[in-house]
């Protein structure tokens, strides 16, 4: 489950009141922020004893719902194949 609980905070979360948005470490993040793609979004992991579940979603409208989409799965994708260690090193001190 830590590898899980690693990917939800490299992937980070937004909201469009917050004032984080482009300055945030999450490259996710400053991508939506930067682009207006969504209202919000957030990753999340669940933890069972023999299990686990890593979810996300977005609140958006008809408008951006394709972009953001997209933005959302090719970062998730990245994560499978162009991991930056300082991202990574970033999430695991911000799990401490």
């Given at each position: 489950?830590?590898?899980?609980?690693?990917?939800?905070?490299?992937?980070?979360?937004?909201?469009?009141?917050?004032?984080?948005?482009?300055?945030?470490?999450?490259?996710?993040?400053?991508?939506?922020?930067?682009?207006?793609?969504?209202?919000?979004?957030?990753?999340?992991?669940?933890?069972?004893?023999?299990?686990?579940?890593?979810?996300?979603?977005?609140?958006?409208?008809?408008?951006r719902c394709e972009d953001f989409a997209f933005v959302a799965m090719m970062e998730m994708t990245k994560m499978c194949y162009d991991v930056?260690?300082?991202?990574?090193?970033?999430?695991?001190?911000?799990?401490?």
């Amino acid at each position: 489950s830590v590898p899980l609980m690693v990917m939800q905070t490299m992937l980070g979360g937004y909201s469009s009141t917050s004032t984080t948005g482009i300055h945030a470490g999450s490259k996710l993040t400053q991508a939506v922020a930067m682009e207006g793609l969504c209202e919000s979004y957030a990753a999340f992991t669940k933890s069972y004893h023999d299990t686990g579940l890593f979810g996300f979603y977005g609140v958006t409208d008809r408008t951006r719902c394709e972009d953001f989409a997209f933005v959302a799965m090719m970062e998730m994708t990245k994560m499978c194949y162009d991991v930056v260690e300082d991202d990574v090193t970033r999430a695991k001190n911000q799990l401490k």
